[in-house]
């Protein structure tokens, strides 16, 4: 991977000691409100595109109900977020020893009443997801419109994280953790930095 220069604003120390203690760290206002804005207009401008998530491979599972658009090379703007979550994982890497080679990653959307079920990003270890991300791209989010990642860090204790605007969730990908339904439309990319690819 090549190295990628981390916004100015992200305080690398912080982020590892906070993944270190408690498995998962949050970045407020990680991005430039340009920036944030053409995310949310390549997002919502595909909205027409994103698929029903709890559809895989033909089976339908009613653990989650959002809908989701995989990114590839055509969203510029997601492969600029992505391009930074690489030069993170670089840092992962130092610290860590993860072995991360690669982000793969997703617009997810939540309309009013979507959820997603308790679960882990990585729950047998094989499926090789390290940490997951989650930055929320909706414009403005009240603490009364539900939608908050509920998440077991590593010492089992349980944290409500808002998804506020221009936030990124960062924890590892084996921690038990859900998202409580929303009640407004609810914008985000998630996604997950591996060691290799699935081998399910
Ligand atoms: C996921 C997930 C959390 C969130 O997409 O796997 O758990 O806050 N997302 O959107
Ligand atoms: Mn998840």
Redesign the pocket.
């Known amino acids: 991977m090549e190295t990628i220069a981390l916004a100015s604003n992200w305080n690398i120390e912080r982020i590892i000691d906070s993944l270190d203690q408690h498995g998962y760290a949050l970045i407020d206002e990680a991005y430039s409100s340009t920036y944030l804005s053409d995310l949310v207009t390549e997002c919502t401008s595909n909205l027409d595109r994103f698929r029903d998530a709890a559809i895989q491979n033909g089976v339908v599972s009613n653990i989650r109900s959002?809908h989701i658009l995989w990114i590839n090379d055509e969203l510029v703007h997601a492969q600029h977020h992505i391009e930074q979550l690489n030069g993170l994982a670089q840092e992962f890497n130092r610290y860590f020893y993860l072995g991360i080679k690669e982000v793969e990653a997703h617009f997810?959307c939540?309309n009013a009443g979507e959820f997603?079920a308790l679960?882990r990003?990585n729950p047998q270890g094989k499926n090789g997801r390290m940490i997951?991300s989650?930055l929320?791209l909706h414009e403005d989010w009240q603490s009364d419109w539900g939608g908050e990642?509920r998440l077991q860090d590593k010492h089992e204790q349980w944290h409500i994280?808002e998804?506020k605007p221009n936030r990124i969730?960062l924890f590892q990908s084996d921690l038990l953790?859900?998202?409580l339904l929303s009640k407004q439309q609810?914008l985000?990319i998630?996604a997950w930095l591996r060691s290799h690819n699935s081998i399910w």
């Open positions: 959002d997810a939540y997603y679960h990003d997951s989650v929320y990642l994280i998804p969730a953790h859900e998202v609810r985000s998630t």
